[in-house]
């Protein structure tokens, strides 16, 4: 069974850093794409970046809201994803959800999600 | 960049009735269209990717179409448990897109 978990969300100040980890199992993580998406309170889906697997070059691509101040890694020996956040603002609040890219293009499992709150 | 837009906002419907959900895009884009369903409080669930393939899992009530600027997903008979929030999302230049939703409520 797949299981994505991710962790380490919490609350940060405006213009602090946070790391948030994704633990995934029931797969080889180190062939997978992998992406965050993140929701913030009562509004809807938003991309946030995907890296690929190290096979594949392991590059990563982020949205344009998040780009020069998110950071996606990954460690295969681990099973693990990150996403390092920095330069944090209000409009970071949000879900982050860890999820699988399937055929290169959709977003196949998901984890439960972990809330992000940027405030003062 | 490429902007998706769902229509309507939100649907009204019975159990049973056919639900019929538009995905335009802002420019004529590949096949690399998908549809989530997401229910309050849970994450996100692909029920068909690359325009018309159900994911593994999904009932044959649910099917996507459509090419260029404009996609369909339509749920042919809805039942108690498809009435939730629908995403459309678009795969550009490595680079991801969802559509704002279409909540599909109990009418």
């Known amino acids: 069974e797949v299981q994505l978990v991710e962790s380490g969300g919490g609350l940060v100040k405006p213009g602090g850093s946070l790391r948030v980890s994704c633990e995934a199992s029931g797969f080889t993580f180190n062939n997978a794409w992998m992406s965050w998406v993140r929701q913030a309170p009562g509004k809807g889906l938003e991309w946030v970046g995907r890296i690929k697997s190290k096979t594949d070059g392991g590059a990563a691509d982020y949205a344009a809201p998040v780009k020069g101040r998110f950071t996606i890694s990954r460690d295969d020996s681990k099973n693990t994803l990150y996403l390092q956040m920095t330069g944090l603002k209000a409009e970071d609040t949000a879900v982050y959800y860890c999820?699988?890219?399937?055929?290169?293009?959709?977003?196949?499992?998901w984890g439960q999600g972990t809330l992000v709150t940027v405030s003062s | 960049e490429i902007v998706l837009t769902q229509s309507p906002a939100t649907l009204s419907l019975s159990p049973g009735e056919r639900a019929t959900l538009s995905c335009r895009a802002s420019q004529s884009v590949s096949n690399y269209l998908a549809w989530y369903q997401q229910k309050p409080g849970q994450a996100p669930r692909l029920l068909i990717y690359?325009?018309?393939n159900r994911a593994t899992g999904i009932p044959a009530r649910f099917s996507g179409s459509g090419s260029g600027t404009d996609f369909t997903l339509t749920i042919s008979s809805l039942e108690p448990e498809d009435f939730a929030v629908y995403y459309c999302q678009l795969r550009s230049n490595w680079l991801f897109t969802f559509g704002p939703g279409t909540r599909v409520d109990i009418k």
């Open positions: 690359d325009a018309s």
């Open positions: 999820t699988t890219v399937y055929h290169s293009s959709c977003l196949y499992y």
